[in-house]
Nanobody, 119 residues
Framework: QVHLANSGGGLVQPGGSLTLSCTVS????????IGWFRQAPGKGREPVAC?????????WFLLSVKDRFTITRDNAKNTVYLRLNDVKPEDAADYSC???????????WGQGTQVTVSS
């Protein structure tokens, strides 16, 4: 069993930055692909990015954020971060992480963290 905890969401102004966290417990983060997903009100869940287990690299699924967001893993903290830079109104969503790069394959999910974009 794996437990994921999301944190770091909140209110951010357009153009601002925010760092979201996905902290793994009951396992070690480097053993899992960890994907970030987001869901805006009235829209379906969409994959954002994924860091693959061990040192197998990262993958970006949402091209609109690829040049503004970064995904990193800190093995010592058992955490995967999604750094949101130059945030835009369309980035407002509930962000959650999961133990797979594909939502339909993911078994374990974080509880999500809300990002609100407003001036």
């Amino acid at each position: 069993q794996v437990h994921l905890a999301n944190s770091g969401g909140g209110l951010v102004q357009p153009g601002g930055s925010l760092t979201l966290s996905c902290t793994v417990s009951l396992s070690t983060v480097e053993k899992h692909d960890i994907g970030w997903f987001r869901q805006a009100p009235g829209k379906g869940r969409e994959p954002v990015a994924c860091v693959r287990r061990e040192e197998r690299g990262t993958a970006w699924f949402l091209l609109s954020v690829k040049d503004r967001f970064t995904i990193t893993r800190d093995n010592a903290k058992n955490t995967v971060y999604l750094r949101l830079n130059d945030v835009k109104p369309e980035d407002a969503a509930d962000y959650s992480c999961a133990t797979d790069c594909r939502a339909d394959y993911a078994v374990y999910w974080g509880q999500g963290t809300q990002v609100t974009v407003s001036s």
